[in-house]
């Protein structure tokens, strides 16, 4: 039930914050990680993962992997499951795979699974509903917790999933890394909130740099990228609106010539080492005449910034960036009139290759 929401989406969007508590209170706690079985020896024992999943659940799986290497130091590919079905690349001696899937049900995904089940590896399966066909048929599966998911646009099952596969690698890394998880998840479930309180900024920002256009640009540099994709994807589905999000050093080398006059620009900028570089690249839009909307972490921010977010650790940083750019998208749907929950032409599971 949607209670007083105009649309599932917009209250999916708001229990993002709740996601991220039940997450902690499932699997991580003061004391630490709750995640039983033997999934975290396998990870270990792993010498690559393979993270498998389609649509908005493969970026989330590109936020996962950063940080399965960066603080667990294991390899990671991540993978779209309608491409590894029929190209599968050559694989490690001892791969582990994750499948990332909101419904458990994507028959791209699928595919792969009873592929790798028939070559006899292991595998764990991150998604929101129990008892679904990926949950039942890989060797081990956790729930997202995320509650019913039914707008059509995913966002509180992207930000579990990143949020979980956070809680894993960490869990993976031990004394690899010295930063207190729980800590950080709770402060970003308090920054959320504050996110979604403000929506007003963000409706107007719609209005202002999406009211009348035919298409949209999101850029940034490392997880920013992802995000990027992320931005582009939810905005296409809702609102129509042809939009693209990339890394932001490919613009040069290409895309800056669909830039002109009034062009909508979003920048996500979250990642110190990049910061500066995706500056000069947006410079490099407005110089054409583009229309920059910022998104930029604290610490990073200058003056003339559009969106401020809080400091958080860098590939923590999805869990925050993604909110704005997921009621960008709601608005811009909402504004053009169009049914936010059922986009045209596209279904809640994908069930066919
Ligand atoms: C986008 C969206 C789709 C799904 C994709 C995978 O908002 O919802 O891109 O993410 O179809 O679905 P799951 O996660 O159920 O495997």
Redesign the pocket.
């Known amino acids: 039930d949607k209670g007083t929401y105009p649309f599932y989406m917009l209250k999916e969007i708001d229990e993002q914050a709740i996601v991220i508590r039940h997450l902690l209170d499932r699997y991580l706690d003061e004391n630490g990680v709750h995640i039983g079985g033997a999934i975290l020896d396998e990870i270990k024992a792993a010498d690559r993962l393979y993270i498998i999943?389609?649509?908005?659940?493969?970026h989330a799986g590109l936020a996962g992997a950063r940080m399965f290497e960066q603080w667990a130091g294991i390899p990671t590919e991540v993978h779209i499951s309608s491409e590894f079905a029929y190209e599968q690349p050559l694989l490690s001696a001892k791969p582990f795979f994750i499948f990332?899937?909101?419904?458990?049900?994507?028959a791209d995904?699928r595919e792969v699974l009873q592929n790798i089940n028939e070559q006899g590896y292991h595998s764990l399966t991150l998604?929101n509903v129990e008892k679904s066909t990926l949950w039942r048929e890989a060797t081990y599966a956790l729930p997202l917790l995320a509650g019913p998911e039914i707008a059509?646009?995913?966002?509180k099952?992207y930000v579990a999933q990143v949020a979980l596969e956070a809680i894993i690698a960490y869990a993976v890394a031990g004394d690899r890394v010295d930063f207190n998880l729980h800590k950080d998840l709770s402060e970003i479930a308090v920054d959320i909130q504050a996110i979604v309180d403000d929506k007003a900024t963000l409706e107007k920002a719609a209005a202002d740099f999406l009211g009348d256009a035919k298409n949209a640009f999101y850029i940034g540099r490392g997880v920013d990228s992802s995000v990027s994709l992320e931005a582009a994807?939810?905005l296409k589905?809702i609102s129509y609106v042809q939009a693209e999000g990339f890394a932001a050093g490919e613009l040069k080398h290409g895309t800056l010539a669909l830039i002109e006059e009034g062009t909508p620009v979003f920048a996500i900028i979250s990642q110190s080492k990049t910061a500066g570089l995706v500056r000069g690249n947006v410079s490099e839009t407005t110089a054409r005449g583009s229309k920059t909307y910022t998104i930029v972490t604290k610490s990073l921010a200058k003056a003339d910034d559009d969106y401020i977010l809080p400091d958080v650790n860098e590939l923590l940083s999805p869990l925050l960036t993604v909110v704005p750019t997921q009621l960008l998208a709601y608005y811009a749907s909402l504004q053009r009139g169009l049914n936010v929950d059922r986009p045209r032409n596209l279904a809640?599971?994908?069930t066919v290759q």
């Open positions: 999943a389609a649509g908005t659940s493969y990332l899937t909101q419904s458990g049900e994507t995904s998604t059509v646009a995913s966002t099952a994807l939810k589905e809640k599971s994908v």
